[in-house]
């Protein structure tokens, strides 16, 4: 079974919009991480926002949030006010602490569009 | 800022050939790893290291290996270059704090294209 699912392969919005990246997981490990990254065209995948499993608020930095939302497993990407530079793909990933490893497991992927 | 740096940004080799990629990191991390991305498959996993001379198995090792000397240098060799190896190859590090918020930095990616 897939641990990270993004069933978005491609999201449009235009310039100043917010937008909603859908991210789901599946782990039966009660301490773990999740973490978004974007990656321009230029290929560095950059870290964007990180929510732990047991953190009561909804991670926020800057423009992005995390709509945290445990009983559905699901930890949704929020960009507020889409900028033209926000196009790119985005990766939700996750670390579960009890494989005893320090792996992060990625989704596919959605691409982000801005258009002006 | 965390650097993490790959020692080309694009190679073009030929089928059986040998092929080192090198990723060094800055910022004295304990843990560093080796993806591969393609298209419709997000990352995966090759290999990773915690410490120098460690190694462990990723979820696709099959055509690779590994070589970790020092702590800032970890190295992905491909013994003989194939073609089903042409990918976008990246290179991060974390520091081991031990819990669930470690963040895995990036290199900008080694575009290989074997021939």
């Known amino acids: 079974a897939q641990k990270i699912t993004q069933t978005q392969p491609g999201m449009f919005v235009q310039e100043k919009e917010a937008v909603t990246l859908d991210c789901t997981y599946d782990?039966?490990?009660?301490?773990?991480?999740l973490f978004w990254y974007k990656q321009p065209s230029s290929g560095e995948m950059i870290f964007l926002i990180y929510q732990g499993s047991y953190d009561q608020q909804n991670a926020t930095e800057g423009r992005y949030s995390l709509n945290f939302q445990k009983a559905r497993k699901s930890a949704n990407l929020v960009i507020s006010a889409s900028q033209l530079g926000d196009s790119a793909m985005y990766f939700c990933?996750?670390?579960?602490?009890?494989?005893?490893?320090?792996?992060?497991?990625f989704g596919t992927g959605t691409r982000l569009l801005v258009s002006p | 800022d965390v650097k993490v740096t790959q020692s080309s940004r694009y190679l073009v080799k030929r089928t059986g050939e040998k092929v080192f990629l090198e990723c060094v990191q800055d910022m004295d991390h304990e843990n560093m790893f080796w993806y591969r991305q393609d298209p419709g498959l997000g990352l995966r996993l090759i290999y990773f290291s915690y410490d120098v001379k460690m190694k462990e198995k990723g979820d696709i090792p099959e055509g690779y290996s590994v070589s970790r000397e020092k702590k800032e240098r970890f190295s992905l060799i491909l013994e003989s270059a194939s073609t089903n190896q042409t990918s976008m190859y990246l290179c991060?590090?974390?520091?081991?704090?031990?819990?669930?918020?470690?963040?895995?930095?990036f290199g900008p990616g080694t575009r290989l294209t074997v021939l």
């Open positions: 991060a590090s974390s520091p081991h704090r031990g819990d669930e918020s470690d963040t895995q930095y």
């Open positions: 782990t039966s490990d009660p301490s773990y991480g």
């Open positions: 990933a996750m670390r579960e602490v009890n494989t005893g490893f320090q792996k992060l497991v």
